[in-house]
């Protein structure tokens, strides 16, 4: 059995008939552009305004979050240590692909194609998030790693220390989001057992 939300009263998304019209219905000079805002708003953010939420982790779940939370228009940053949002993906084993069917693991407002198998393999799944992540205009900051994260009562924010290009960042957001999943830290399993059953030791991702 499976409970989702499909909509917030009050906070609905401007999708379908409640499209925004994008253009203005007269020419206005000077009128900034789609992309002049864009290009605006990723100097600005995280810069010389913070945005409301960060979410960690640049994989199907942060994606897909930010993408909901840009349809609601929360400022939202995504971050990832990696300098790709599908490299989450690329660096696994080769013959890697979906456990579940892909209508299971539908992105928001861009569900896979009919035409994909089954089961997906994973440099597949990893073109359509970095495809995902230019379509849907997300704000990512990849090679970004979050060495430390505190909240801060007196402020009602959270103090994010980022590294990122080797520089050091603070990041102040109202609301902190951890999309890392749980096959992220490398574990190292115990093999203290009898001798005879000793070998190399071998790191596996996840724990079980």
């Not at 849907?136 to 402020?155: F, K, P, R, V």
Request: with cysteine; net charge positive.
């Amino acid at each position: 059995m499976l409970t989702a939300v499909s909509e917030l009263i009050g906070f609905e998304e401007t999708t379908r008939a409640r499209r925004i019209n994008g253009a203005p219905l007269r020419y206005e000079p000077g009128r900034p552009n789609w992309r002049m805002e864009r290009d605006r708003r990723r100097v600005e953010l995280g810069a010389t305004e913070q945005p409301y939420c960060v979410v960690i982790g640049a994989g199907l779940a942060g994606l897909g979050l930010g993408a909901r939370l840009k349809q609601l228009g929360v400022p939202t940053l995504i971050l990832d240590k990696r300098e790709r949002p599908s490299d989450t993906w690329r660096e696994r084993y080769a013959t890697l692909s979906l456990h579940s069917p892909v209508w299971y693991d539908h992105m928001p407002y861009l569900p896979f194609p009919e035409t994909w198998p089954r089961f997906a393999s994973k440099d597949r799944v990893a073109d359509w998030l970095d495809a995902y992540a230019t379509i849907m205009d997300l704000d990512i900051w990849t090679g970004a790693n979050c060495i430390g994260s505190q909240y801060d009562e007196a402020l009602g924010a959270w103090r994010l220390s980022i590294i990122r290009d080797g520089r050091p960042i603070e990041l102040r957001p109202m609301q902190l989001v951890l999309a890392t999943g749980f096959w992220d830290a490398p574990y190292v399993p115990d093999n203290r057992g009898p001798r005879s059953l000793r070998g190399p030791t071998a790191a596996c991702c996840g724990r079980a």
